[in-house]
């Protein structure tokens, strides 16, 4: 524990932080329950009694009992995991490359006026391009299989990290740069130790938005001849006239997105705990 | 030996911040500046530091110029300027990159102690007061044991009574290794107790320079330290009175 109060060479006492840093912000007691299920439990409860009861027929929309059921089965085959595994992968793989692509983009154009210049307009101008007018160039010039599925999730990742990050750069407080230059730093040395951290919590809210974008543009990937993932059995069900299949796929795309935004928002909290926002403990 | 030949500033919208200083700061000397808003006492510093160029004129660090920030020399801002994402300890460690892990650890650990802030070492700057924020500039300016400090109204942002245990603090570190200082201030009273002497700066006439013959440590109830305060008061007024109180009719006193 720190003690309340620091005394200088002079017996001046200082008033001392009065809470240890990273402790957890005092709230209520319902704000530890997950409110966020409320809503979708009630909507697949209440879509289900009306089911139940004859309300209502099921057959476009079946109720959240028959997506349970075709979810298990597609589990217990095995083809469940087969394509989750197969959008993961492509998810993640692309998420990688957008992250790295518009990282170093958005650094450079934020750091450098003349690189800002030279790129940020043809850059916006792709940035208005739909993902799906990709998708055509893509298959002639990577072909149907992996690379191209990839490059279209980077593409999609990487815009809105290209511009959270170029656009933080410029905003990074003059002063903290000055001291930077009192000290002799480097452009590296500024763009790493603190254009970089002074735009983190821009970043990783760029970051978060990236992966949401990600997981949109596997759907537009999987649906350009794919064989497995989630994508495909979306258009499998369509195909096949199940409407289940396909709402299990959505279930899962929505239950992914949320796992893996969550596990990037619990990843990078660490690095934000310096932030001081209105709700951060005192 | 800091100095400074003929050192003018003239920003690109024609307005000129610094005309023609001739100055020599010896080595451990507190050199204080004061002058009325907008009369050029930051630009000067920022020109001293290296962190604007002169349109005309040098500066020299012993008979080096400075013409970009020098290792030597470091700077204390008007505002703490801590990195919020770095603890205390690491803000401190900011300038001294260049050491070894190990050497970094004891210099910070020593500044902090030396500005009796060791207790926060861990701390982020969002939970520090006005005054401990300050304190830790101070540390991070004074880790690299620069030749010249320069401070920028340090402690103008302050309550009074913390801003007068900053003073006495500020020459008790001065005292430890005893670096050239140049303290830009609008405070006289802070000028007067910090100071060896003090350049009242004017807009548009020649500056004066004062050297207050009072013993240290200053006393600021002293009469000849309220006598002092009466003259370099009257000075300030004089530097921004309108030109015909001066007898310069170049600025006439409708236009200040």
């Known amino acids: 524990m720190e003690p309340a109060s620091t005394t200088t060479a002079a017996g001046v006492a200082w008033d001392a932080p009065d809470q240890a840093p990273g402790a957890p912000p005092p709230g209520h007691r319902w704000q530890r329950w997950p409110l966020g299920l409320l809503l979708p439990l009630g909507l697949g409860l209440g879509w289900e009694a009306l089911v139940a009861c004859g309300l209502a027929n099921g057959h476009l929309l079946p109720p959240p009992s028959r997506i349970v059921v075709t979810l298990v089965a597609l589990a217990r085959s095995g083809d469940l995991w087969l394509h989750i595994w197969a959008t993961l992968q492509r998810v993640a793989l692309g998420f990688l490359f957008g992250v790295l692509a518009g990282t170093a983009g958005g650094a450079l154009t934020g750091y450098s006026p003349l690189a800002r210049r030279l790129f940020d307009p043809t850059l916006q101008a792709l940035r208005s391009i739909p993902s799906i007018a990709w998708v055509p160039l893509f298959i002639l010039w990577f072909g149907i299989f992996e690379t191209s599925k990839v490059i279209l999730i980077a593409v999609g990742v990487f815009f809105p990290i290209y511009l959270a990050l170029s656009a933080a750069i410029l905003d990074v407080d003059r002063k903290l740069v000055e001291v930077a230059r009192i000290f002799r730093f480097s452009p590296l040395e500024m763009v790493w130790r603190v254009l970089l951290p002074a735009t983190l919590p821009s970043y990783v809210t760029a970051l978060r938005a990236g992966l949401g974008l990600g997981w949109m543009f596997v759907v537009a990937a999987e649906f350009m001849g794919a064989s497995e993932g989630l994508g495909f059995l979306l258009v499998d069900g369509q195909m096949t006239g199940r409407p289940q299949t396909v709402l299990a796929s959505i279930a899962v795309f929505a239950l992914l997105g949320k796992a893996t935004d969550g596990l990037l928002a619990a990843g990078t909290q660490r690095f934000l705990r310096w932030q001081d926002g209105f709700r951060t403990p005192r | 030996m800091l100095t400074l030949r003929r050192l003018s500033k003239r920003y690109p919208n024609g307005h000129l911040a610094v005309n023609a200083i001739d100055l020599a700061v010896a080595p451990g000397e507190i050199f204080g500046v004061v002058g009325g808003s907008g009369c050029g006492k930051s630009t000067l ?212």
């Open chain 2, 45 to 256: 510093l920022r020109l001293i530091s290296g962190l604007e160029q002169p349109s005309e004129g040098t500066v020299a660090l012993s008979g080096t110029p400075v013409l970009a920030p020098r290792q030597e020399v470091g700077v204390v801002f008007q505002e703490p300027r801590l990195m919020p994402w770095l603890s205390i300890a690491d803000n401190v460690a900011f300038g001294i990159r260049h050491l070894s892990p190990a050497e970094r650890r004891a210099r910070v650990a020593e500044t902090l102690a030396r500005v009796g802030l060791s207790a926060v070492a861990d701390h982020w700057p969002r939970e520090l007061s006005g005054g401990m924020a300050q304190r830790v500039a101070l540390a991070r300016a004074l880790v690299g044991t620069p030749r010249v400090l320069l401070l920028d109204e340090p402690f103008s942002a302050l309550d009074a009574m913390t801003r007068a245990d900053l003073q006495d603090h500020l020459l008790d570190l001065w005292a430890y290794d005893r670096p050239t200082m140049v303290l830009v201030t609008h405070d006289i009273e802070e000028a007067l107790v910090l100071a060896d002497r003090i350049l009242v700066m004017r807009q548009g006439s020649p500056n004066v320079t004062l050297t207050p013959d009072l013993p240290r440590p200053r006393d600021r109830t002293d009469l000849s330290f309220l006598e002092w305060k009466r003259r370099l008061l009257l000075e300030l007024h004089r530097s921004m009175a309108p030109a015909a109180v001066r007898g310069d009719e170049r600025f006439p006193a409708a236009a200040i």
